[in-house]
């Protein structure tokens, strides 16, 4: 593996337009109501995370992709791309689950066909690895909780508002990476420390 590489963890998600029920306040006596259409139009969204391995003043990256429905090899092949482009000219190391999808022989063919890329697999049943599910949590608890859209485009506003949260504040993707209590790179040798 490069040792100068974007460390990039992709997962993907789903939302659907039942409201996310999150506690609130209100004055007393006025129980907050929260109407809906029972719709439960789905879409799916696909988040990755970028953390370059050795230069962590690079910021963190993160690329988002929406769309209705789920996700399948076809419609993934399509996040990769608009991967490859984010990441253009960079090598990438890019983490993800087990989703069949992931893995099936034309995801495969197309990795391999791809000189900068290198595939790696966060272990099954561990999601408390992968920094990509404090990204859902985060939206899904803020600019999702009790959010009654109409449409997916309601929902797909909302979501777009915690992304550019996310991305606008640049020490929340490392936190979701020191959730984990994953590393990008080993701390320095005691003789080689920084502070010294």
Same mark, same amino acid.
């Given at each position: 593996?490069? /040792?100068?590489?974007?460390?990039?963890?992709?997962?993907?998600?789903?939302?659907?337009?039942?409201? #996310?029920?999150?506690? +609130?306040?209100?004055?007393?006596?006025? /129980?907050?109501?929260? %109407?809906?259409? @029972?719709?439960?139009? =789905?879409?799916?969204?696909?988040? $990755?995370?970028?953390?370059?391995? /050795?230069?962590?003043?690079?910021?963190?990256?993160?690329?988002?992709?929406?769309?209705?429905?789920?996700?399948? +090899?076809?419609?993934?092949?399509?996040?990769?791309?608009?991967?490859?482009?984010?990441?253009?000219?960079? %090598?990438?190391?890019?983490?993800?689950?087990?989703?069949?999808?992931?893995?099936?022989?034309?995801?495969?063919?197309?990795? +391999?066909? #791809?000189?900068?890329? /290198?595939?790696?697999?966060?272990?099954?049943?561990?999601? *408390?690895?992968?920094? $990509?599910?404090?990204?859902?949590?985060?939206?899904?608890?803020? *600019?999702?909780? !009790?959010?009654?859209?109409?449409?997916?485009?309601?929902?797909?506003?909302? +979501?777009? #508002?915690?992304?550019?949260?996310? !991305?606008?504040?640049? %020490?929340?993707?490392?936190?979701? @990476? $020191?959730?984990?209590?994953?590393?990008? =790179?080993?701390?320095?040798?005691?003789?080689?420390?920084?502070? #010294?």
């Amino acid at each position: 593996m490069n /040792t100068r590489a974007w460390i990039v963890v992709l997962n993907e998600s789903g939302v659907c337009l039942l409201p #996310q029920i999150r506690r +609130t306040y209100s004055p007393r006596g006025r /129980t907050p109501l929260l %109407r809906h259409r @029972l719709n439960c139009k =789905r879409a799916s969204m696909a988040g $990755a995370l970028g953390y370059h391995s /050795t230069d962590p003043d690079r910021g963190a990256r993160l690329c988002f992709h929406l769309k209705p429905g789920s996700y399948d +090899t076809a419609k993934l092949s399509k996040v990769l791309e608009q991967v490859k482009v984010f990441y253009r000219g960079e %090598r990438v190391v890019l983490v993800w689950d087990g989703l069949s999808a992931h893995w099936s022989r034309a995801t495969r063919t197309w990795a +391999t066909e #791809q000189d900068s890329l /290198t595939l790696e697999r966060v272990p099954a049943h561990a999601p *408390e690895l992968n920094p $990509a599910e404090l990204l859902w949590s985060s939206l899904k608890k803020r *600019e999702r909780a !009790n959010h009654a859209g109409d449409h997916l485009a309601d929902d797909a506003d909302a +979501t777009e #508002q915690g992304i550019h949260r996310i !991305n606008t504040n640049p %020490r929340l993707p490392w936190s979701f @990476l $020191a959730h984990t209590g994953l590393t990008i =790179r080993p701390p320095h040798p005691p003789n080689l420390r920084k502070d #010294q």
